[in-house]
């Protein structure tokens, strides 16, 4: 099992990462080494540039035809998309789609209230899965001490789990798309919690 990679990024493309993990020579170029291709989350990927030294938690994950590696940033993240994938019908691809559109406090959040009408509307995740999430993992998420110390959970425990669908509702009224608004949402400093401050925020994000 491939449990963690760390290297320089050599490649980077829409979904994936390739991280070599040979030495660098005195003139800059990677000498002899292995590339390993690693599927990550786009605020993953979007972290790194060509050239940079990459370390990432990953996830061999076997199929017949395949060997695909899924890298995230934290343990946290990675404990997170194993436990997704043990949600019936929901394997790594679409684990990895669900931790592209929603932050790991929100789905924590979301599965401890058992409020899977969150997850659709603010995160954009269907309202089959994420009913399916909230139901299958409201009695395992207890088990895993996911992210209990990290700043970005403190901080959404501090706030009212509805001010993300207040702050989501406000730009839309100001006529942005909702992948517009989750985007910029994804963005704002977690340590804002007052609706009126983060909807400011998101606007400055936005460009206005």
Do not use: C
Request: without cysteine.
């Amino acid at each position: 099992m491939i449990s963690q990679i760390i290297g320089t990024v050599s490649h980077i493309d829409l979904k994936f990462l390739v991280v070599n993990t040979g030495a660098i020579g005195t003139n800059g170029v990677i000498t002899a080494g292995v590339g390993y291709k690693v599927f990550a989350t786009g605020d993953t990927i979007a972290s790194y540039t060509v050239g940079v030294p990459a370390s990432l938690w990953t996830h061999l994950a076997v199929r017949d035809d395949a060997l695909d590696l899924y890298g995230f940033s934290s343990l946290q993240e990675l404990n997170f998309f194993q436990l997704l994938t043990t949600v019936s019908g929901i394997g790594p691809k679409t684990a990895l789609g669900i931790l592209n559109v929603s932050s790991v406090a929100t789905l924590h959040m979301a599965i401890e209230t058992e409020d899977a009408s969150h997850l659709t509307k603010v995160s954009g995740i269907g309202k089959k899965n994420a009913e399916k999430i909230v139901r299958e993992l409201k009695d395992k998420i207890g088990d895993f001490d996911l992210i209990a110390h990290s700043a970005e959970y403190t901080a959404t425990r501090q706030a009212n789990i509805r001010g993300d669908s207040d702050v989501l509702a406000a730009l839309q009224a100001l006529g942005y798309r909702d992948n517009e608004a989750r985007d910029a949402m994804k963005q704002i400093d977690k340590k804002l919690t007052d609706t009126g401050a983060r909807v400011k925020a998101a606007l400055k994000i936005l460009g206005i």
